[in-house]
Structures are given as structure tokens and as C-alpha cells.
């Protein structure tokens, strides 16, 4: 699933090429990825709205339209989103198009088809997409030691489960909860509710430079992100742990070890992260 690195390498990439530009015509070629309000309003409603700008909250984005109407979207697990020219072949699981002026079109693609679109009137109260019951940001001024320490007092779970917890903090997925423990030297199956404030205060200022270091190394132009479909902006070989049992820690060179935590597999350094 894309996490909060990636879902902001798409906002960045598509931002240039869709805000200022009018939404010509909405097709829903398969309706079930529009969440709400149905297709067939869905389309309607977005026929002649401006595209005011694009902004990113956790793992979801917003399409903010001059009207003050806006859109939500989830790439969930295999979601992509890119813009292309209406010459360019069309996939097979292409569910939304969104032609622009300019000549161009917004093209929503999942395969597995757990994506979803929310649109929202103005006035209207967001009780559907999730949005509002998200964490704060990890780069907002309020999270930091003292918050941390005082989500995690009472938390039995996981410290890994509790990254992972949207609720807490928001954007954080499995890839980045592995790198962010092992930056911090913590074990990811000990109780959160066990850390000190010096830990808490370590692990707030870490989890933005890691998640900031990513997008940093995500970078990718539109034209490769084009030819990729909406994929390849996740630069795998700088990931220091996620997804590399049995290699070498990049610090102490211990093999590193697998577990499962609440469901979810987890790389760490035994020596490392004791």
C-alpha cells in the first residue's frame, strides 16, 4: 500500500499538471471505487469544476475544486493515479477518467479495485471517507515527545501496532514502521506503553526525518512516472530493513530477523533493537 512518502510523491507529481484546469466530463467506467455520493452524481457534479489544488492528508488526497467542493482519495493497496493524454493506451483497470482541458486526462487505476473516491459538497460534513478521525500529521508542530509519550501511556500494544494506528499518527504503514524502529533502536514487539519520554522524544523527531528522507529519495520525473502508470516511486534499494530478513543489519551487520506483530510481518536487528 502506498504510504504517506508515496501518496506525497503523487500529490507533487500531479499537481502541476492538473490545478487551473477545468474537469471537461467524468467517466465512471466501474462504479464501485466511487464511495459516494453514486456514480452518475459523482460525474455530474465534477462537469465544468475547476481544480483549485491538491493536498495530502496521511495516506488519503484531496482534490480541491474552486466550487470549495472537494474529492477524497484512497489508493489503498494497489491504487495509482497519473495524468496522460488521451492517445495513451488505457489499462485494463482503469476505473475513473477524468478528461481535463489541455488535452489531458486523470486516470484512476486498481487492480484490485479496494481504492475509493469521496465527493464532498462544500458545506458538507465528512462523515464517510475517514478523514476526520485521522491522527495528526507527523510533520505537524503538535506531535512531538510530549504527545507521543502521553498516546502511548496506556497503550498495551505493540509499538509497531501502534504506529501503525492512524488514530495515533497518521500516514505510517508497515515499510516505514520498520525503518522508523530500527532508526530508533526499538524493538518493535515492546509495549508502547513502556517507553520513556527520552524514547517518545527520539521516536517523534525520527518518524518525519525518515518519512521526509523517503520522499526525498522517491523523487521520480513525471515523464518516468507516466511510462510507470502511476507506479515506480518507491525507491526500495534505500530501505535500510523493510523487507530484508536474513541480510546483514546495515549498522552492525547481525542477520537481520522476521516477526509477526499483530498480524504484520516486521524486520528488525536483533542486536540493534534489543
Not at 467524468?26 to 481544480?51: E, N, S
Not at 478528461?99 to 489531458?104: A, F, I, P, T
Not at 520513556?196 to 523523487?219: D, F, G, H, Y
Amino acid at each position: 500500500m502506498p504510504e504517506l512518502p508515496e501518496v506525497e510523491t503523487v500529490k507533487r507529481l500531479l499537481a502541476p499538471q492538473i490545478v487551473g484546469r477545468h474537469i471537461l466530463e467524468g467517466i465512471a467506467l466501474h462504479t464501485q471505487v466511487i464511495a459516494h455520493p453514486g456514480a452518475d452524481a459523482f460525474c455530474d457534479a465534477l462537469r465544468g469544476q475547476r481544480v483549485q489544488g491538491i493536498d495530502r492528508k496521511g495516506k488519503f488526497l484531496l482534490m480541491n475544486l474552486e466550487s470549495g467542493d472537494y474529492i477524497v482519495i484512497h489508493l489503498r493497496m494497489t491504487g495509482s493515479l497519473y495524468v496522460a493524454p488521451p492517445d495513451f493506451p488505457l489499462e485494463k483497470h482503469t476505473h475513473i477518467v477524468l478528461k481535463l482541458e489541455g488535452d489531458r486526462e486523470l486516470r484512476f487505476v486498481d487492480m484490485r479495485r479496494f481504492g475509493r473516491m469521496w465527493l464532498l459538497g462544500k458545506d458538507e460534513e465528512d462523515s464517510f471517507s475517514g478523514v476526520k478521525k485521522l491522527g495528526p500529521e507527523p510533520f505537524a508542530a503538535e506531535f512531538n515527545g510530549s504527545y507521543l509519550q502521553d498516546a502511548l501511556s496506556n497503550k498495551s500494544r505493540a509499538i509497531k501496532d501502534c504506529l501503525l494506528d492512524q488514530h495515533i499518527v497518521t500516514g505510517i504503514g508497515n515499510i516505514y514502521s520498520d525503518e522508523i524502529l530500527f532508526a530508533s533502536k526499538i524493538h518493535p514487539q515492546r509495549p508502547a506503553s513502556s517507553l520513556s519520554a527520552k524514547e517518545c522524544q527520539r521516536l517523534s523527531k525520527l518518524i518525519p526525518q525518515v518519512l521526509l528522507r523517503a520522499i526525498e529519495q522517491n523523487r521520480i520525473s513525471p515523464e518516468e512516472y507516466l511510462k510507470e502508470k502511476g507506479q515506480g516511486y518507491r525507491s526500495t534499494p534505500f530501505f535500510q530493513v523493510y523487507g530484508k530478513k536474513g541480510q546483514p543489519c546495515p549498522a552492525c551487520g547481525e542477520p537481520l530477523c522476521r516477526v509477526m506483530v499483530a498480524g504484520r510481518s516486521s524486520t528488525y536487528c536483533p542486536s540493534c533493537q534489543k
